[in-house]
């Protein structure tokens, strides 16, 4: 029973670019949730998805941020013309009740 | 403003003595409050969680502790093991969205460093 996966694990950017981030819940999770680590910090929500709708996108920045989660294939976090600012770790979480399990991360680098 | 609130970054102890980690929230809406750990360039790993309606889950070494009315809850640790060495997260839920928790509001962290 494979845990919730993340690709790419590690992602370089030049600023301006754009940075695509995906996340495959684990199977029979339809809840999606995304969150960021920046340096010495914890983690910050962003956004909480179910299937094709977005629940609580509270935490996402008001710009340049994006998310979806399609009925076929893995969520996608997006940001659009990256800057050094956005370097940080992106995780994925999903469940089907109490408690989140979370991927690995991504941890994107903004140069 | 912090909702969840770990207030020391880092803590030290002996192999086979007691860890204590500490958390405290200010949302008095929460009502589901969970403990992660987190090694080096993995994902936060569930360890852990309780209930507002409880004060105390216990799974093998690990505790939970919850006190209401003071917006504290602690984790422990007995007996401590090097390979308990991580990040330790404490996270709170509040509200439920169609079953599933809702968003988890995570504290900053402490790391815990076990000594042999």
């Known amino acids: 029973n494979a845990g919730v996966m993340q690709n790419p694990r590690h992602l370089v950017r030049r600023r301006g670019q754009e940075a695509r981030l995906r996340c495959s819940p684990m199977?029979?999770?339809?809840?999606v949730y995304w969150y960021r680590q920046l340096p010495e910090e914890g983690l910050k929500f962003m956004v909480y998805?179910?299937?094709?709708?977005?629940?609580?996108e509270s935490g996402m920045p008001k710009e340049r941020f994006s998310a979806e989660f399609p009925k076929e294939g893995p969520s996608i976090l997006r940001i659009q013309q990256v800057v050094r600012g956005d370097s940080a770790a992106y995780f994925c979480?999903?469940?089907?009740?109490?408690?989140?399990?979370f991927g690995p991360g991504t941890r994107l680098t903004v140069t | 403003d912090q909702q969840v609130k770990q207030n020391s970054p880092s803590l030290s102890v002996q192999e086979g003595r007691i860890s204590i980690l500490n958390c405290d929230y200010t949302?008095?809406?929460?009502?589901?409050f969970l403990w992660y750990k987190k090694y080096p360039a993995e994902g936060p790993t569930f360890l852990i969680s309780?209930?507002?309606?409880?004060d105390k889950n216990e799974d093998g070494r690990f505790t939970v502790f919850l006190n209401k009315s003071a917006k504290h809850l602690s984790l422990h640790i007995v007996p401590s093991q090097p390979g308990d060495s991580a990040v330790y997260f404490c996270?709170?839920?509040?509200?439920?969205?169609?079953?599933?928790?809702?968003?988890?509001?995570f504290g900053k962290g402490t790391k815990l460093s076990v000594k042999p």
């Open positions: 979480a999903s469940s089907v009740g109490q408690g989140a399990y």
């Open positions: 199977k029979g999770h339809s809840h």
């Open positions: 998805l179910q299937k094709e709708n977005i629940i609580d």
């Open positions: 949302n008095s809406m929460f009502d589901y």
């Open positions: 309780i209930s507002s309606i409880k």
């Open positions: 996270a709170a839920s509040g509200g439920n969205y169609g079953g599933s928790q809702g968003n988890l509001i």
